[in-house]
């Protein structure tokens, strides 16, 4: 671990598979990343990929194990030795959309919290809902459906929202629990976005949620800001009392509770700065300008991008702006993103990336006129050999490269749909460790490709957010640009541009067939 000389920043992501850590000082160097991993570190919960697959799209995640998450990844920073003396700031990003049900009376939760017990132990009785819902569900086709009709189309819900109406978005899902477990709304008191609830157990009581992260849920204007009323009427009665307000990034909540403080060190005046979602917590982490574009290949694939003058649209998603209080970001988002390629690791590389590199660097852009378009698994998934639709490839080894090229093509095409003539790309997330990967991206988008030197940007973004509340609690008049965050990115691939034009070609047939076929890709 790097020894901070001066004050340092916490920023967390609750992602889908992990709880992250990283910690930075005023000069925005990384200090230490930690993380804990659901599936390995929580086996008692025996999620898969972190989650919990239930009939009918259900997916879920016990609610208690994020918070057992969290005091084991507190434990681990405090085995390493981190001073916690030195935080002067918290923030976090969480997976976006998902849906937590603190029941009736939980409010003062904190009042009683003893930092001999651990928060796991304390918080049995907190929730309404034992399962949250998360962004990987989607069971909610005929609230989706009821919300568009209500509002009139997708176009004018995605006018008001941003989006037009997403099985994942918490409206909807929300309106789900309303409708098959009244009582369980009955004794829901207060409802958090993933976000908002890491960062409740931080203040030992209700945090708001972030106009960003609160854009992924089909009822904020992301106009003005506020919650829509039409919207949240036409999902669940009452819903804006369960909600709480709405807070702009960089918003001091209070001070952290004295849980942590006696358990872990903490200072007693650490602040509690807002949490956001993991994708504006990523747009956060690095200073885009015009024609850049992030590809986040984690858990799920997204393609985040600024907006100064966006147009809503039904294939993509507006965001309030994690920095910028006037202008917007957008969102194309994959639900099938690293697990997908696990898959087809597993099944056609013997388990290895080393062994699916390979295969890819072998096969030839275009895959010799096959297109695959793939689910989780081989029943879920369509091939298309020579533009007939086949059971299996002639070549099986082909799924190797085709599943990256189907995905980083729709990107690309969806890009220039939405008007961005990307001039650089940044990959983060799991996958942008692979080299191959990455120059497939490369001369597919044909633009360099560009990396950054630590693990998690999610985590990062948000000790920058822990470190502007800070100074804004300080200053008021403190923007984002005034942290002097350095662009620490590197070049990782240059294009192909012979490739790049062998792609080109073939952008119109791949065009039709994703008409047909990307439903099963993009969520
Ligand atoms: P999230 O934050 O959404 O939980 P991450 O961004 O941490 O996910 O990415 C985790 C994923 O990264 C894993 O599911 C794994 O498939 C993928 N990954 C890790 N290493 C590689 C690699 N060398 N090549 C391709 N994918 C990788
Ligand atoms: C974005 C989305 C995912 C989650 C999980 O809309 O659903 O990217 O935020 O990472």
């Not at 360099?448 to 100074?471: D, M, T, V």
């Not at 942290?483 to 192909?496: F, M, R, V, Y």
Request: proline share 3%; charged share 20%.
């Amino acid at each position: 671990m790097n020894k901070a000389l001066g004050d340092t920043f916490l920023g967390l992501d609750l992602s889908t598979q992990q709880l992250k850590a990283t910690l930075t000082d005023k000069d925005s160097n990384v200090i230490l990343e930690k993380s804990v991993a659901f599936d390995e570190d929580l086996p008692e919960f025996k999620t898969k990929g972190g989650v919990c697959v239930g009939k009918n799209g259900r997916v879920t995640v016990p609610v208690r194990m994020w918070v057992k998450a969290l005091d084991l990844l507190l434990q681990k920073l405090k085995n390493s030795e981190i001073e916690f003396s030195k935080i002067r700031a918290i923030s976090g990003a969480a997976q976006q959309h998902g849906t937590i049900y603190w029941s009736n009376g939980s409010l003062n939760f904190g009042e009683t919290l003893s930092s001999e017990k651990s928060l796991y132990e304390q918080l049995q009785k907190s929730f309404a809902l034992e399962d949250s819902p998360i962004w990987q569900d989607m069971s909610t086709t005929q609230q989706c459906e009821a919300l568009e009709k209500h509002i009139g189309g997708p176009q004018e819900l995605a006018n008001i929202s941003g989006s037009k109406a997403y099985e994942r978005f918490s409206g909807n899902q929300i309106a789900k629990i309303y409708q098959d477990y009244p009582d369980v709304y009955k004794n829901t008191e207060r409802i958090s976005l993933v976000s908002s609830f890491l960062a409740s157990l931080f203040l030992g009581s209700y945090a708001p949620i972030d106009v960003s992260d609160g854009s992924g849920m089909n009822l904020l204007n992301i106009w003005q800001k506020t919650w829509e009323h039409q919207l949240l009427d036409a999902c669940a009665p009452d819903l804006e009392n369960k909600l709480g307000g709405v807070v702009e990034n960089g918003s001091r909540l209070g001070c952290i509770h004295s849980y942590f403080v006696q358990r872990y060190g903490f200072r007693k005046d650490s602040l509690v700065i807002n949490f956001t979602g993991d994708n504006p917590a990523t747009v956060l982490s690095m200073n885009l300008s015009e024609g850049d574009a992030v590809v986040s290949l984690g858990t799920s694939d997204t393609v985040l991008m600024h907006l100064s003058n966006p147009s809503p649209s039904t294939f993509a998603s507006i965001l309030c702006h994690p920095s910028n209080s006037n202008s917007h970001m957008g969102l194309i988002c994959y639900n099938n993103g690293s697990l997908t390629r696990q898959f087809i690791r597993d099944e056609y590389a013997n388990k290895s990336w080393d062994e699916f590199n390979n295969l890819v660097e072998q096969i030839l852009p275009g895959c010799q006129d096959r297109i695959g378009f793939y689910g989780s698994n081989n029943s879920d998934s369509i091939r298309i050999e020579q533009g007939s639709v086949v059971p299996e490839f002639s070549d099986p080894t082909l799924n190797t490269r085709a599943v990256l090229e189907s995905r980083f093509l729709s990107m690309y095409m969806k890009c220039m749909q939405l008007g961005l003539r990307t001039k650089r790309v940044f990959a983060v997330g799991g996958a942008a460790s692979n080299d191959s990967i990455l120059q497939v991206l490369a001369d597919i988008f044909g633009v360099p490709i560009y990396k950054f030197a630590f693990g998690n940007s999610a985590s990062l973004g948000a000790s920058y957010l822990a470190r502007l509340g800070f100074l804004k609690a300080l200053d008021p008049g403190k923007q984002f640009h005034d942290l002097g965050i350095k662009d620490t990115s590197q070049l990782s691939k240059q294009p192909n541009l012979d490739n790049h034009q062998t792609y080109s070609g073939l952008l119109e047939k791949f065009s039709e067939a994703s008409k047909k076929w990307d439903r099963i890709e993009l969520s």
